[in-house]
């Protein structure tokens, strides 16, 4: 089992030592992988070393929306017999309808055969959760998209650690290293904007799950952000990520290869905050509590 390469000694490593190493990274990219196949075949590979190596000896937890990256996991590891579950968390009160990650790791889990765990929270139980996401995360993080996702994978990991869980495996990097979001469909120079995406993740991302994770004090376990991949996945020229049609276009064509079911593959990026509708539950309790915007009633919570 390796580490990741942004934790040293059990603390998150520089802002400054992060961007180094992903300017080491896209130093070393010295050619493209121009050739759909070939391309294909190297995400495939890469993928399943990187999830592989990471996978503990002992009972794990996928963080799961049932959407292509934790799907894909899952399916790797399924093929390799380890032990693990999937977790998946929402919001649903009785004016609300069921989230769509639910759905879909419902979905996936059938066809998959996975054991899935879900959560659904009441507005109570989310309020209580969206609290304690605040708090952990502290002035500095405690932001809207911050306080949506992290209360999912917190809610996730706190099912899971009754079943005596500590290493949890996230999708996190996908988007940014095969060009999943609108904004890589807006830039003039999309693999620019993908390196340019790795370079922020540091404040955008990284410090609020390292937060989170040394709060739990579980290990978060991120193989798309494995430097191999990572520098695999930079070789594939943008044409092949992404188009007017759609994203992720050659992970997506792994998926496929490696039989990810269609509806699982083909299935558009749903932020954790949205696919969960914590985000809702959010906005519900800031109206609740007479609070205009969702930053001030979270500001409130410190």
Not at 60 to 85: M, P, Q, T, V
Not at 124 to 150: C, F, M, S, W, Y
Not at 157 to 180: C, N, P, Q, T, W
Request: with cysteine; proline share 2%; aromatic share 8%.
């Amino acid at each position: 089992m390796i580490s990741e390469f942004y934790v040293n000694k059990k603390k998150l490593i520089s802002k400054q030592e992060w961007q180094q190493n992903i300017l080491d990274i896209k130093n070393s990219v010295k050619e493209e992988l121009t050739n759909k196949d070939d391309a294909r075949q190297a995400i495939i590979n890469e993928l399943l070393r990187a999830v592989i190596e990471r996978a503990p000896g002992q009972r794990f937890g996928i963080l799961f929306s049932g959407g292509i990256d934790s799907s894909l996991i899952a399916l790797l590891c399924k093929r390799a017999g380890k032990d693990f579950a999937c977790y998946n968390l929402g919001f649903q009160d009785e004016l609300s309808k069921k989230p769509e990650d639910a759905e879909y790791a419902e979905l996936a889990a059938t066809k998959l055969a996975l054991d899935l765990r879900t959560g659904m929270l009441d507005l109570r139980q989310a309020e209580d959760l969206i609290r304690k996401t605040a708090k952990i995360l502290g002035p500095g993080l405690n932001n809207v998209v911050n306080v949506g996702v992290g209360a999912v994978v917190i809610g996730c990991i706190e099912m899971a650690k009754k079943d005596g869980i500590k290493y949890f495996f996230s999708g996190l990097g996908s988007e940014e290293i095969f060009a999943g979001y609108q904004r890589h469909k807006l830039a003039q120079d999309k693999q620019a904007e993908c390196w340019n995406g790795l370079l922020n993740m540091y404040e955008r991302d990284l410090l609020r799950d390292f937060a989170i994770a040394s709060y739990e004090k579980i290990s978060l376990l991120t193989p798309f952000l494995d430097k191999s991949l990572i520098a695999s996945a930079m070789k594939i020229p943008a044409a092949l990520k992404i188009n007017s049609s759609g994203s992720k276009l050659i992970l997506r064509q792994a998926a496929a290869e490696l039989r990810l079911p269609e509806e699982i593959a083909l299935r558009g990026k749903k932020a954790a905050q949205y696919g969960s509708r914590l985000d809702r539950a959010i906005d519900k309790l800031a109206r609740k509590n007479s609070f205009k915007y969702k930053k001030d009633y979270l500001s409130s919570l410190n």
